[in-house]
Structure formats: C-alpha cells, structure tokens
C-alpha cells in the first residue's frame, strides 16, 4: 500500500478511537463504529477504499462487510 493511498486513513475518526469498535466480534453490533463513520470527513474514501480492496473485515464508510458486498453487487449489475 503506497502512503498517498492510505494518507486519509490518519484523518478517520477511528484513528482517533478504539479501532476495536470497528472490528466487533461475531454478533456483536457494528452501531457504534456506523455512528462514528457518519460523522467522518473521508468516509467516501474510506468506502472507495474497502470496496476496491475487497475488505472482508470490520467497519469501512460506515459499512459492514454484508453491505459492501450488497454494493458492489449493486455496481456489477448496474454495469452489465
Ligand atoms: S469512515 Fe469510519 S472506518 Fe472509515 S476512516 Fe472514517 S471512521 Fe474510520
């Protein structure tokens, strides 16, 4: 990963909290990291990133791996 990729990820919200929030344990709720998400200035970023990456864990742009995998079907299909 190149540093002017990721120099965004310094301004997250996350970086300034318990990163554990955003990577909840099986059945635990992802609400609280969501929250934050909404009030973070690079969650376009963010999101760009997990879903072009293909993150399969935790919290990214405020979604959880389901909805990302739910957008990207989204972006396919609108594409074919
Ligand atoms: S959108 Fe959420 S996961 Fe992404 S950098 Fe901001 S706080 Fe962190």
């Given at each position: 990963?190149?540093?002017?990729?990721?120099a965004w990820m310094a301004a997250g919200l996350c970086a300034q909290t318990d990163p554990g929030e955003f990577f909840p344990e099986k059945g635990a709720?992802?609400?609280t990291a969501k929250r934050l998400c909404r009030a973070c200035r690079v969650r376009?970023?963010?999101?760009?990133?997990?879903?072009?990456n293909g993150e399969q864990h935790g919290v990214w742009g405020g979604t959880t791996v389901r909805?990302?995998?739910?957008l990207t079907e989204r972006t396919r299909g609108g594409a074919s």
């Open positions: 990963m190149t540093s002017t990729a990721t709720s992802p609400a376009e970023q963010c999101l760009n990133f997990a879903v072009t909805e990302r995998a739910r």
